[in-house]
């Protein structure tokens, strides 16, 4: 585990089994804006003590995003109740930070006897009452799949299918960086479990509404390259979430794209939001360049490779800022 991590208390396996073991009811949380890693390690975890018995509440602000709404276990995701649920152990899934929960999510959980945070970003900083961070880890459903393996849970179907959707969605179909030879080791237990890769993967990478290519054709056009094109930006405006009436997972993944530029070494997303704010997603092809270091500097958080931030606008204020802090980093090494 990374320097930061190890300044936090970790609790172990061991310890999050007993927690399970001994207490019956659980909330399950993830973040905002939720990503295939948010609801694959919170169906994973939830349909895994359903199995076992447990009395499991998976509490969402935002819900199941559309192109998430095939996994088995889905319709379990529920808005946060109005008032707070009863309840022994509430769990934080891929979170880094606790308002990245939701206001109405925390006041959901706020009555549980205990807070259990399980996350894999370097950013994150220990907020629950016990705390399992590995930013080793290429995905939070990896953890997860540790947990439930070495505890010996139960593992259904539904959990075999969302630990797999969480950890390819996060490596970027395992291959970034951070894929090890036990996230490969991970997979290759699914598919003896009878995981069925070639059809999660349609249904994953092979199903995109027409409006997200509308978006790639909008974003393309306001494509830039600075610093002798080691930088690759794009900009999304609020106009274009209106006009093409895009849901947030419309933009998931995109800036793979510009990141797969050759000679591009940090590729960046900047999104107006609705509310003025910009939403700045970073990524890094190189180690030596640590994106998570850039959005600590600026509000946010992350990964060194992957990272993001939201700030004020206007976009082109926030645009300047991120990109003379990318320049400089560039320069120093």
């Known amino acids: 585990m990374s320097e930061i991590s190890q300044t936090i208390l970790q609790t172990s396996f061991d310890e999050i089994g007993e927690i399970i073991r001994s207490h019956q009811s659980f909330i399950i949380m993830s973040h905002v804006r939720p990503d295939g890693d948010a609801i694959g390690s919170q169906l994973a975890l939830g349909c895994s003590l359903l199995a076992a018995n447990k009395t499991v509440r998976m509490i969402h602000q935002d819900g199941v995003p559309e192109n998430l709404a095939f996994m088995a276990g889905a319709e379990l995701i529920e808005p946060p109740p109005s008032e707070p649920i009863l309840a022994d152990v509430a769990i934080a899934l891929d979170t880094a930070a606790k308002p990245r929960l939701g206001d109405a999510v925390i006041h959901a959980a706020s009555k549980a006897k205990i807070w259990l945070n399980i996350d894999h970003h370097l950013s994150n900083p220990g907020y629950g009452d016990l705390n399992r961070i590995d930013p080793t880890s290429p995905a939070t459903g990896q953890i997860i799949y540790q947990l439930i393996t070495s505890q010996k849970l139960p593992l259904p179907a539904a959990s075999r299918d969302a630990i797999y959707i969480a950890v390819s969605t996060d490596t970027g179909s395992f ?33 995109y509404p027409f409006r997200r290519i509308e978006l790639m054709r909008r974003l393309l056009n306001s494509l830039e390259r600075h610093a002798d094109g080691r930088i690759a930006a794009w900009e999304m405006r609020d106009q274009t979430r209106v006009e093409l009436e895009l849901v947030p997972d419309d933009s998931e993944g995109l800036i793979d794209l510009i990141r797969a530029i050759r000679g591009v070494e940090v590729a960046v997303f900047f999104e107006e939001l609705p509310e003025g704010k910009i939403r700045v997603s970073m990524r890094s092809k190189n180690p030596l360049y640590n994106v998570c270091e850039i959005a600590v500097a600026l509000g946010g958080g992350g990964h060194a490779l992957a990272a993001g931030i939201r700030m004020a606008g206007p976009l082109e204020t926030a645009k300047k800022l991120v990109l003379d802090a990318i320049k400089n980093q560039l320069a120093k090494i």
């Open 175 to 207: 291959q970034y960086p951070s894929t090890s030879a036990e996230t490969y080791e991970l997979a290759a237990d699914l598919v003896r479990r009878g995981l069925e890769v070639g059809k999660i993967n349609t249904q994953l990478y092979d199903s």
